[in-house]
Every structure is written in structure tokens, then in C-alpha cells.
């Protein structure tokens, strides 16, 4: 295998590889065969992408499983191709934009500090730190998804930053009580002002995909300002986060509680908001069998990746009948029978992953579903590798 992903990094992209038994590294080898997720766009130019930084995420759990260098070489070409030698972020980055996206980057930064103790990737990570200072924030102090959403807080976001935010500070400020208690505060601004209370319609007690603070977009809500729907990948985002957070968070620290509060109290109501049919997830969960909604992939590998984390960490406790194991189990079982295809050359695809999904319009159902499928999104196609990660570790 490593002769073979060898050959394909060097550009013999015609290469034919047999299919390993491991789906995790099936997904990472196929993303690596295409070029995925190393620090460019399809068009060759330097980006800054979350996208990138979720893939190293699995990558560098796959060379600490395997040993295996290709996952390291590739993860560090990836962000060599945005980080210049002086340690300058580019990639059309621009602290000034205010952007909570590119920082998922920031955790390879820092992994890639302590495997080679280049002052670049420790400079990078205290640019995008840096941003995090002035970064602006709503009344109640969340950080706003982007400058060009002002005072919208969405779960992706939490995602993005906070990871990078609470590893960084794990790195150079440990003690730093102020930084950690903003982390936890970051997860349960997120909660309190998008969960879903007893009175909503088509209630699941899930997350909504975020709020307005200020009331200003046409989908805000009246109560607290909060979107209509609860979309999938939105909550799956929140959901990785919440059990990445925990392995770095202090568990000596208050808000490690209050945040494993958050996870405890999601993980239920995510078993039992699956498909009982299928066992995954509807892209609108609030809508579910609704025409036009669908089965989508990327968030359904999500919350299984946080399911099955949570388990094995022991943040959460199954049930007797183990009912949170087996409903990953059999999501995952729907993942690979009907989302992922074998090619000729040995690679895989994965299907079903819908492209983006955003509140910069009416954020109700009709923009989600009228929003286009992709083959090979590097959002659904990390997520799977994450999840693979996990199924393979019971």
C-alpha cells in the first residue's frame, strides 16, 4: 500500500491500486489518488480550506494507526502549499475578513509544529490566533460566523474555530483561565440560542443551524432569533466538535462539564432522530419524508463519527440494549451499501454529500433542498474517513 499511494503522490494517477480492507484508508487513499484536500484548488492556486483541515484530521489519525508516512508527507505538503517559509498564511486568507472557516486548518498547523519543530507552522498558528483577538462578536460575546454576517452565530462555526482555538491554548496558554472559559462559552452560546425547545414545530430537541442576535435576517426567529430548520451537516459539524473538544478541553476545568453536558444530552436525541427505516439521516431533519428531502451523507457520517467517539471515550454511556451502538452500526452499514462505489482503478466514490448550505437567504426548506449533490465532496468524503476511523476501532 504505501508503494502504491506513493506512485499515485508522485502523479501516476493511472495507477491501479487493489481496494484495502479498511474503509478509512480506502477513502484517505482515493482522496490522496484525486488530489483532494492538499492545500490547492481544482485550478492549482494555494487555498485556504475547513475542508483540508477535516481531511488532515483523519489523515493524522491514519499515520499515527498505520505508520504509514504518505498520510504525514501529504498532510504537510498540503499546508506547506499555504504557508509561506517565513510562516505567512496565504491562500487568499485575510485576517481582516474575519472568517471563522480557514482556522480548521490551524489544528495541522500546530500538529505539524510538534512532529518538526518548524517556527513557520508555530507563526501560522499565532496568525490565526491572532485573529481570534478582534475577531467580532455578539452582545452576549460569540464570535460572528463571518464579518459579513453580523451577529450570526451557526454551528459550523464551532466547528472551524473553536477546535483550533482550545488546541492552540492547550499548546502556549494552558493556564490561561480566560481563553478556556470563552471555549466553553462559544458551545453553549451555540446551545442555548439554537436548540430546539418543547414547543417547536416538528420538534427534536436538536440544534437549528444558528441565530440572528440581532433579529435582522428574514428567518430569524422571534424568541431567540434562531434559524427554522435543523440541517444536518450544520448539527454534524457541532456534533464533531463537541467530542474532538473534550480531548483537549481541561477536565479539571468548569466548563469541561458543561460542555460534556451538551454532548450527553445531543447523542439521544441524534439516535432518535435517524430514519428508523434506513438508519440515517433526512438533510432537513425537521422535516422528515417530505417530498423533495433526502437521505444526505455527509452529516449522517458526522453523527455517526460523534456517536461512536463519544462511546469509546466514555463521554456518553449506552443504554442496556445498546441502542446508540447499534444505530451507528446500522447507519454506518447504509453508508457503505449505498454511498460508497468502487471504480476501476481501485479507488472509491462517495456519493450523496450535498455541496453547501448556508443562512445567507431564507435558510427554510426550500433552500436546502434546491441545493446541488456532489460526488466526492471532500466534506462527506473526510467525514466517512472519520467515521471508518471509529467503526474500525470497536
Known amino acids: 500500500m504505501v508503494v502504491v499511494i506513493s506512485l499515485l503522490t508522485l502523479g501516476l494517477t493511472g495507477f491501479t491500486f487493489a481496494r484495502p480492507s479498511s474503509y478509512a484508508v480506502w477513502a484517505a487513499d ?4 484525486r488530489g483532494q484536500g492538499n492545500g490547492l484548488d481544482s485550478s492549482g492556486k494555494a487555498i485556504v480550506s475547513y475542508e483540508h483541515g477535516e481531511l488532515q484530521w483523519g489523515l493524522r489519525q491514519l499515520f499515527e494507526k498505520t505508520g504509514n508516512r504518505t498520510y504525514f508527507n501529504y498532510m504537510q505538503t498540503g499546508v506547506d502549499n499555504i504557508v509561506f517559509s517565513n510562516g505567512t498564511v496565504h491562500g487568499s486568507y485575510t485576517v481582516t475578513d474575519f472568517v471563522l472557516d480557514p482556522l480548521r486548518t490551524g489544528p495541522t498547523f500546530l500538529y505539524l509544529f510538534d512532529q518538526t519543530g518548524q517556527a513557520k507552522y508555530k507563526t501560522a498558528a499565532d496568525i490565526f490566533r491572532g485573529q ?3 475577531h467580532p462578536r455578539t452582545a452576549q460575546g460569540q464570535f460572528w460566523h463571518k464579518l459579513k454576517y453580523p451577529n450570526q452565530g451557526w454551528l459550523d462555526g464551532i466547528y472551524m474555530g473553536e477546535i483550533f482555538y ?9 493556564t490561561n483561565t480566560t481563553a478556556w472559559a470563552d471555549i466553553a462559552q462559544q458551545f453553549a452560546l451555540m446551545f442555548q440560542n439554537t436548540v430546539q425547545n418543547a414547543t417547536a414545530p416538528n ?18 426567529s422571534p424568541d431567540r432569533g434562531h434559524s427554522p430548520e435543523v440541517w444536518d451537516r450544520a448539527l454534524g459539524w457541532y456534533s464533531m466538535a463537541l467530542v474532538d473538544i473534550l480531548e483537549i478541553f481541561p477536565q ?10 451538551i454532548l450527553q444530552t445531543l447523542i439521544p436525541r441524534i439516535r432518535d432522530a435517524a430514519d428508523p427505516t434506513s438508519g440515517v439521516w433526512w438533510l432537513v431533519i425537521t422535516q422528515p419524508g417530505r417530498a423533495k428531502n433526502y437521505f444526505e451523507s455527509s452529516g449522517s457520517a458526522m453523527f455517526v463519527y460523534a456517536m461512536l467517539k463519544a462511546l469509546r471515550l466514555g463521554y456518553v454511556k449506552d443504554n442496556a440494549d445498546g441502542s446508540i451502538l447499534k444505530a451507528a452500526r446500522k447507519a454506518y452499514s447504509y453508508m457503505t451499501e449505498n454511498w460508497v462505489i468502487q471504480n476501476s482503478d481501485g479507488t472509491m466514490n462517495w456519493l450523496n454529500t450535498v455541496i453547501v448550505g448556508s443562512l445567507d437567504t431564507t435558510g427554510d426548506f426550500n433552500y436546502y433542498v434546491s441545493q446541488a449533490i456532489d460526488v466526492n465532496d471532500l466534506k462527506g468524503l473526510a467525514a466517512f474517513l472519520l467515521a471508518s476511523l471509529e467503526i474500525e476501532r470497536i
Open 166 to 174: 482550545a488546541d492552540y491554548t492547550k499548546h502556549f496558554q494552558p
Open 30 to 33: 482515493s482522496a490522496i489518488a
Open 132 to 134: 481570534l483577538n478582534s
Open 203 to 220: 420538534n427534536t430537541g436538536l440544534l437549528y443551524h444558528g441565530y440572528d442576535f440581532s433579529h435582522q435576517q428574514v428567518w430569524a
Open 252 to 261: 479539571d476545568n468548569p466548563g469541561y462539564q458543561n460542555i460534556l453536558t
